[in-house]
């Protein structure tokens, strides 16, 4: 076996590998004595200071920005099989609250960095599992992986959803298909707290299903004032919050998403839940154009669920983001009936939750809307955020509550 390479890193930049940051950026690394080219991309080296003391031990990726991926700071962890199942085992063991709830069959079982595993999701539908590499680190690892979750969850199949473009910064192409078992149906139907949603592995978003909304539809599913409501739903996708909203109560839902295929997953999901006596709309449109449509039109709602794609990938993009962020928000605050409710969020990581606070409050301004944050909703307890990697904190919600008459 090859000897494990070594990554020197300069002076001054331990700080946050000490403090539990997983990366190791291109910058961070002395070149004059660290000898990258000899290093083997996607095995395991020893993250060392300036000094020469131990760090940490990851995976190397000359071909990335992030260098190296720390899995270990324990001097004594051999890298092996046996190590990843460990480190598969005991993310799995925190999610054994989740298991035992025969009400909630899907969650994601690993979530990267922030359960020890850089580079890693894994989801699970019922009895399939759904893995995505994020990473050349992971790929190189994949076989031991799919082996070790074969064994510890034993599913019916592992399905591979590696077609994610973050994989180009990494140098690997996009892959897909079953890496063990059987292959899953075209929809897997998975239940969570009495409710049902098909999901689609093979094509559908993320890794088939939005897992991180779970908390918010539970809060739709239990807020005490639905009844008899008038719902729009923008950027529907599989109409999961059209669902809760009806099953408790609401007299109609809109579901607005610029995708086919996803408002026919959400009349599917209409349907599983027996919530045929709501009205229901699909309108396949863009929202930015539908909600100032609805405007022009002077038709107002009850609830609006503003839940968009992710607006900014990279720092850059943050301004033109929060102007976007901005203009749907002050839209649907001008359709709000008196004393409705505004649910929105933002998934992009770059957003900060202080500067999404801040978005929507102008936008509050922008519409001449006084309102009350009565809710906030985030990633629930299987998507972690560790605290020394802040960057795994995406998804922030804010419910609004506009004054009434
Ligand atoms: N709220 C959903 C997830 C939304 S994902 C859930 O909980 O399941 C974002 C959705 O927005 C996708 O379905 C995508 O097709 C749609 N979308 C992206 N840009 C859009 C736009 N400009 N107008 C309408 N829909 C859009």
């Known amino acids: 076996m090859a000897k494990d390479g070594i990554v020197i890193l300069k002076q001054g930049r331990e700080t946050p590998i000490q403090q539990y940051h997983p990366w190791v950026f291109s910058g961070a690394i002395d070149t004059t004595r660290t000898h990258t080219d000899e290093i083997e991309p996607g095995s395991i080296v020893d993250i060392r200071d300036y000094r020469g003391?131990?760090?940490?031990?990851?995976?190397?990726?000359?071909?990335?920005?992030?260098?190296?991926?720390?899995?270990?700071?324990?001097?004594?962890?051999?890298?092996g099989p046996a190590w990843w199942r460990i480190r598969l085992a005991q993310s799995i063991a925190r999610r054994e609250a989740l298991a035992r709830n025969s009400d909630v069959t899907a969650y994601r079982l690993v979530n990267a960095e922030s359960d020890g595993l850089p580079g890693l999701i894994v989801d699970r539908y019922r009895d399939y599992l759904v893995i995505q590499a994020l990473t050349l680190g992971i790929d190189v690892v994949k076989d031991?992986?799919?082996k070790a979750l074969a064994d510890l969850v034993n599913p019916a199949g592992i399905y591979e959803r590696s077609d994610v473009d973050?994989?180009?910064?990494?140098?690997?192409?996009?892959?897909?298909?079953?890496?063990?078992?059987?292959?899953?149906?075209?929809?897997?139907?998975?239940?969570?707290?009495?409710?049902?949603?098909?999901?689609?592995?093979?094509?559908?978003?993320?890794?088939?299903?939005?897992?991180d909304q779970r908390d918010?539809?539970?809060?739709?599913?239990?807020?005490?004032?639905?009844?008899?409501?008038?719902?729009?739903?923008?950027?529907?996708?599989?109409?999961?919050f059209s669902a809760c909203a009806a099953k408790n109560g609401a007299r109609s839902v809109v579901n607005v998403d610029s995708?086919?295929?996803?408002?026919?997953?959400?009349?599917?999901?209409?349907?599983?839940?027996?919530?045929?006596?709501?009205?229901?709309?699909?309108?396949?449109?863009?929202?930015?154009?539908?909600l100032r449509e609805y405007r022009d039109e002077e038709r107002d709602f009850d609830l609006i669920i503003l839940d968009p794609p992710k607006f900014a990938h990279s720092k850059s993009q943050v301004e033109a983001a929060a102007r976007g962020y901005k203009d749907i928000n002050w839209l649907a605050f001008q359709l709000l009936r008196p004393g409705g409710l505004l649910?929105?969020?933002?998934?992009?990581?770059?957003?900060?939750?202080?500067?999404?606070?801040?978005?929507?409050?102008?936008a509050s301004v922008d519409a001449q809307a006084q309102a009350q944050i009565i809710h906030w909703l985030a990633q629930p307890s299987d998507h972690p955020v560790l605290l020394g990697f802040p960057e795994s904190r995406y998804l922030k919600g804010l419910v609004c509550q506009v004054a009434g008459l």
């Open 343 to 362: 649910m929105t969020f933002s998934c992009s990581g770059q957003v900060d939750a202080d500067l999404f606070q801040k978005i929507v409050f102008g």
């Open 166 to 211: 973050v994989r180009s910064k990494e140098g690997i192409p996009e892959t897909t298909g079953v890496l063990w078992g059987e292959t899953p149906p075209e929809h897997i139907i998975i239940s969570e707290r009495g409710m049902q949603y098909p999901v689609d592995v093979f094509t559908g978003h993320k890794t088939g299903f939005y897992l």
């Open 259 to 290: 995708s086919e295929s996803a408002l026919e997953l959400a009349r599917e999901t209409l349907g599983l839940n027996a919530v045929s006596p709501v009205e229901q709309e699909y309108v396949n449109a863009d929202v930015f154009d539908q």
């Open 216 to 240: 918010s539809r539970g809060w739709l599913l239990t807020y005490p004032d639905l009844a008899g409501r008038d719902v729009l739903n923008c950027f529907s996708y599989s109409g999961a």
């Open 53 to 79: 003391g131990f760090l940490g031990r990851g995976y190397f990726n000359p071909q990335s920005a992030i260098r190296v991926r720390v899995l270990s700071r324990d001097q004594t962890d051999a890298i």
């Open 144 to 146: 031991i992986l799919v």
